[in-house]
């Protein structure tokens, strides 16, 4: 799927050069990614557009960046009110202008943001569609000046989809009201009849249409067998994601809570989310998720809308989701940050008749059914693929993937495919003969010969069928007839029971022959044994991770601070971008994908501390790419903390500063305890966080030499001047005392 080239414009330096230096000053990129240049173009220079990208393409610079080029604010149509105040939080730490308008502000916050709107105090405004409605609302944007209209979510026009917002059928009030302000429509999800909505209520027919490949690079996509699922996901994230966060999908309210119960008993931090929990309790759990690391999130579909938290690590489904567009829609919240990560799911004959069953036995109108049916038939199809997932997946949405991708289970681990027309004639036969209404227990039972009270009772024992499969074992067979119901050769009926459909005919006559995925006949050592592909759970070097632990337990810590989401302040890109290039000063951080000039402000000091304890602590491990002012103030500060810190460290037996006497462990401690003492008050007092008191590293360089004059406190490292001068004294008596009390 892509754009003809007619549809965009040459590129224009007069255009591109400011936005692209607005780019790196203040979100600190230094490219734009893939079509994202084109549309600011686009929009900048007044013109509309509708944006198709995928989750994580980058769809808020392609509004942002436009509204900061043109004079007035640009209006961000967003449904998700729970999500505003990040956006606007993120927006704000850039240093951008940005404020909300939705039912959560007081009525004084309201007036507060209308004023800063007519003043042309504001860059951005996110409003929800129905308080954009308000008359009272638009009026005030005829006053004021309005730099373009984003819709964002817009697939939500659409009756179509199933984020339907009756509100957003009102927004054909932009073209009417305000024609000559550009507007633009933004979703990752729209097929041709969503589309069609979104021109249609928005006026948008003429404008360049902006399609993105909806691939996931960074995604590795998995599908297994189900065996015993809880085991297999722990397993899963214990080998693959420990610490990491992800949300894990259950089709019902008991097995997501029981699912979660059972992840926290095995150490997993787990929480429970579905529709059926009280409100406070949902919300908790959401914000638990947002604003912490590492948390684990077991809950129906009905949590996924408006997180959009960049770091979900894995989504991993227990069940089956309805569609390929739910299981892409669930999956794509993985891995926003373009790090990679993995969307996992397991499951069986069982749940692949349970889907069936529940459709067939739906009191739809026999229209919807015939097309949901439809979907789950791809779903089912691309869950039974021996091919690329990507490639199907992709292939699902329109779009020409040349695979293989060499990102997913089947191109990791090519499964063996076998020409199993005749089992697959046995297993028709068995249904067919004992009439069409039996489990795949049963039919099971009767292929392989086994004359169970039921089948006796039955008389089964007594067809030809009865025993026919007995040269494979039980496991080939439920794979076998689960491989039928996906594919549509047994439909699933009332009390599970399997019958031959239409399809089946030509297969048992011969007509057709069936390839299956053999890895249904595997014996389960060897494909326990099987090497699994990894994603990855630290998306930096071994030697690295150190420091990026340290960089993240910063970057909680700082978010607790500021009460937001740790995202907000950097995201994990940024921090693993840090961690690879190890600047000490803060012209080499400012070359940082993601550290604008902001950024480098506020935090640029406590980043660079962080990496110059890091080199302190430890022989420096090369940097992947290293400019040559950085090398020139790295080696410095490499010398410079070598000459100040290691006669000090902890681990180095050597006796401290020449001359002086080794200091009594003893009183090294009650120093120590003492600086932790005080550190911990000052936290309190000050709302900082004990790191930004002072790090580790000067609390033991100062248990070590135990200064008792300001003089003496110069040249501690993590202890410079600034700190001297805030909490010298503090820390001078502190050390006095402790060695005091003990004399
Ligand atoms: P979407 O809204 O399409 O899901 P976002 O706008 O949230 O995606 O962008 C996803 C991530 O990619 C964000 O962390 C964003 O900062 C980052 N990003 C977007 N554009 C660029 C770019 N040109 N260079 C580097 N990072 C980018
Ligand atoms: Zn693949």
Redesign the pocket.
């Known amino acids: 799927m892509s754009v003809p080239a007619r549809d965009y414009a040459a590129p224009d330096p007069a255009v591109l050069t400011p936005a692209l230096d607005l ?1 790196k000053r203040v ?1 600190g ?5 893939g079509v ?1 240049a084109q549309i600011v173009q686009t929009v900048a220079q007044g013109g509309n557009a509708m944006v198709l ?10 509004y ?1 960046v436009p509204s900061l080029l043109r004079p007035g604010v640009g209006i961000v149509v967003s449904p998700l009110i729970a999500l505003m105040k990040d956006q606007v939080d993120t927006l704000r730490g850039l240093g951008v202008r940005a404020a909300y308008l939705n039912s959560t502000l007081s009525l004084d916050g309201v007036r507060e943001v209308e004023s800063a709107l007519l003043a042309g105090d504001l860059d951005l405004l996110y409003v929800a569609p129905e308080r954009l409605l308000l008359p009272r609302t638009l009026d005030l944007l005829d006053r004021a000046p309005v730099a373009l209209f984003a819709v ?1 979510e817009a697939h939500c026009v659409s009756q179509w989809g199933h984020d339907f917002r009756p509100e957003y059928q009102g927004l054909t009030v932009l073209p009417d009201r305000f024609p000559q302000v550009p507007r633009m429509a ?1 979703t ?1 999800t729209a097929d041709d009849r969503t589309r069609a909505d979104i021109l249609r209520v928005l006026d948008l027919g003429g404008a360049p249409q902006f399609v993105s490949s909806f691939d996931r690079p960074n995604i590795q996509y998995r599908v297994g067998q189900k065996d015993s699922p809880k085991t297999q996901l722990l397993e899963f994230i214990r080998a693959e994601h420990a610490g990491d966060a992800g949300i894990v999908y259950c089709l019902s309210r008991k097995s997501v809570e029981e699912t979660a119960r059972w992840l926290q008993a095995q150490g997993v931090d787990a929480v429970a989310y579905h529709a059926g929990l009280p409100p406070r309790e949902r919300t908790h759990a959401q914000d638990r998720f947002l604003n912490e690391e590492g948390l684990v999130v077991v809950a129906t579909v009905a949590f996924g809308m408006g997180i ?1 938290k ?1 770091n979900v690590r894995f989504v991993a489904h227990l069940d089956l989701p309805k569609s390929m567009e739910g299981y892409y829609q669930e999956t794509g919240r993985a891995g ?3 790090l990679p990560s993995t969307a996992w799911m397991v499951y069986g004959l069982a749940d692949v008749v349970n889907v069936r069953r529940m459709l067939a036995s739906s009191d739809a109108p026999e229209e919807v059914k015939r097309v949901e049916a439809g979907k789950l038939d791809a779903l089912l199809t691309f869950c039974e693929t021996a091919a690329c997932r990507r490639e199907v997946l992709l292939a699902y949405f329109g779009e020409a993937y040349q695979g293989p991708c060499g990102n997913c289970d089947t191109c990791l681990n090519p499964p063996q495919v076998r020409d199993m027309t005749r089992e697959a004639q046995m297993a028709l036969s068995a249904a067919i003969r004992t009439g069409n209404r039996f489990g795949a227990a049963h039919l099971t039972d009767v292929l392989l010969g086994r004359a169970t009270e039921k089948v006796v009772s039955m008389n089964h024992h007594t067809l030809p069928t009865f025993g026919v499969g007995a040269a494979h074992d039980e496991k080939t067979w439920r794979g076998v007839l689960r491989q039928l119901v996906s594919l549509g050769f047994l439909a699933a009926g009332e009390h599970h029971g399997l019958s031959a459909t239409g399809k089946a005919r030509t297969l048992l006559k011969g007509e057709t022959t069936l390839t299956l995925r053999a890895d249904t006949l595997m014996p389960r050592a060897s494909r326990r044994a099987e090497k699994q592909p990894r994603a990855g759970r630290a998306p930096v070097a071994t030697e690295d991770q150190p420091l990026f632990e340290a960089l993240r337990a910063w970057r909680l810590d700082r978010a607790r601070s500021l009460g937001v989401p740790p ?1 907000v302040i950097f ?1 994990d ?1 940024t921090l693993k971008g840090v961690t690879e290039l190890k600047p000490t000063s803060h012209a080499s951080l400012g070359t940082v ?2 550290v604008g000039q902001r950024k480098l402000a506020d935090f640029g000091d406590e980043v660079v501390q962080i990496v110059r304890d890091s080199l302190d602590g430890r022989p420096a491990a090369p940097a992947r790419t290293v400019t040559p002012q950085e090398r020139g103030a790295r080696d410095n500060a490499a010398v410079l903390g070598a000459l100040r810190a290691r006669p000090q460290e902890p681990a180095d037996p050597a006796p401290a500063l020449l001359g002086q006497p080794q200091p009594d462990p003893a009183q090294t401690g009650r120093v120590a305890a003492a600086l932790r003492e005080v550190r911990r008050t000052l936290t309190q007092e000050t709302g900082l966080s004990a790191f930004l008191i002072f790090p580790n590293a000067a609390l033991d360089a100062l248990a070590q030499r135990q200064p008792r004059t300001e003089a003496e406190l110069h040249g501690i490292p993590g202890f410079g001047p600034k700190r001297i001068e805030t909490y010298g004294q503090r820390v001078l008596l502190a050390i006095r005392t402790a060695l005091t009390d003990a004399g």
């Open positions: 780019l979100w990129y230094g490219a734009f990614r994202q990208m995928p989750t994580g393409g980058g769809k808020s610079l392609c942002q964002d933004l990752a959009d960049p926003r940050d373009g995202y995201t890109a994908s993601g």
